[in-house]
């Protein structure tokens, strides 16, 4: 059994965004290569984003750097189809979107409502943060109220008593940022008092899960910005494809693939490497492969020529494509290419054409 999990880096660039401009960073000093960073659908595994926030805190000194870059932390600001996300055209919906939208960013992620009465807890969970709990619940309880926020209008009626936290009576405008009902943490190295400061409401530390409450009511608000932008939400098939090509924890196969996809960010893949990934040792990988009928040499060369094909056709040149596959120059990968399909890639391309 091989269990990982997988994040694209769509969903964690936000978060990269927001501490490169804060503070001043690059990517290279968190560890994290220029191709890997332009491919938004590209999955990265988990602990390996446990291992950028490691290194984040360690170049800024600040445990609680979500707090300094809470503008990023926003839906909005996946590229990724994030309009099919945010533009729904109330709370309700979008509510649901993200709920099971997220299992195609984030496969070790568990997003859920719960209602009680008229609370609805936004849960989250993450059995996968290893160290970094406190950061993975600050970002996603963050994420979850900017949500909140969009949806509470500058200028909102409340002719009863019985309100939800955070909005004024009728008659007034509300002047400040919609606060949730209570917001509860997992993780415990975490500042309540700077959490409470910044969401508005009482905040528990050392919870199970991540849950930020607030009144069914609010499921009924409408947008604060028009909706058009929803038609604009257009994938086509191989985008779609892409979207939802999430590994499940039950298959080792497409788990392995992933994983070596990965890797060659890095350049070649190598059994030590992959190992590294995997939390085994080179042997205990060796011994695991040749349960599934592979050997290393026979995976790699399955997973590298399918990402060239995929390169392919998109229209990269097999130069490039040599490059971002970690070839040492274009004529191993051109050779590479030719043992597993039989042809060189422009020949496989002009057999596509005919």
């Keep these: 059994m091989i269990d990982i999990t997988f994040c ?3 969903y964690i660039k936000p978060l990269i965004n927001g501490v490169m401009q804060v503070y001043r960073l690059n990517i290279s000093q968190i560890g994290i290569p220029h191709s890997l960073y332009a491919d938004d659908m590209a999955l990265i595994p988990h602990s390996e984003i446990n291992r950028w926030l490691r290194t984040i805190v360690t170049l800024t000194g600040d445990r609680h750097f979500p707090f300094r870059i809470t503008e990023f932390l926003d839906v909005a600001n996946i590229n ?3 309009n099919w996300l945010t533009s729904a055209p109330d709370l309700s919906i979008t509510f649901r979107r993200i709920n099971y939208g997220m299992s195609c960013f984030h496969s ?3 997003y859920v409502g719960r209602q009680s009465g008229h609370i609805l807890k936004w849960c989250y969970h993450n059995a996968f943060t290893e160290d970094v709990t406190d950061i993975d619940a600050l970002r ?3 994420m979850f109220t900017q949500v909140l926020r969009h949806f509470s209008s500058p200028a909102v009626d409340t002719s009863n008593d019985d309100t939800p936290h955070g909005f004024q009576q009728q008659g007034k405008r509300k002047t400040s940022p919609y606060s949730p009902l209570m917001v509860r943490l997992a993780g415990t190295n975490i500042d309540v008092e700077e959490a409470e400061a ?3 409401c009482q905040v528990i530390a050392g ?3 991540t849950e930020v409450w607030f009144d069914t009511k609010l499921l009924l608000l409408e947008h604060t910005t028009s909706v058009e932008k929803n038609r604009e939400a257009i994938l086509s098939l191989n985008e779609l494809d892409e979207l939802v090509n999430m590994p499940q924890r039950d298959d080792p196969t497409k788990a392995l693939y992933e994983v070596v996809n990965y890797a060659r960010y890095y350049g070649m893949p ?3 490497h992959i190992a590294n990934l995997l939390a085994l040792s080179p042997q205990q990988l060796q011994r695991r492969l040749q349960k599934l009928g592979f050997s290393f040499t026979s995976i790699l060369a399955y997973v590298l020529n399918n990402i060239a094909v995929h390169y392919l056709l998109k229209g990269y040149a097999p130069d490039d494509i040599a490059q971002l596959l970690g070839y040492t120059n274009p004529q191993s990968f051109i ?3 030719k043992r597993v399909r039989g042809c060189t890639p422009n020949e496989y391309l002009r057999h596509l054409n005919l």
């Design 8 to 10: 694209r880096m769509a």
């Design 80 to 82: 990724v189809c994030a």
């Design 108 to 110: 070790s992620g568990h």
């Design 140 to 142: 996603v309880a963050i």
């Design 198 to 200: 910044w969401f508005g």
């Design 207 to 209: 919870c199970e899960q």
């Design 270 to 272: 190598t059994v030590e």
């Design 335 to 337: 050779k590479a290419f």
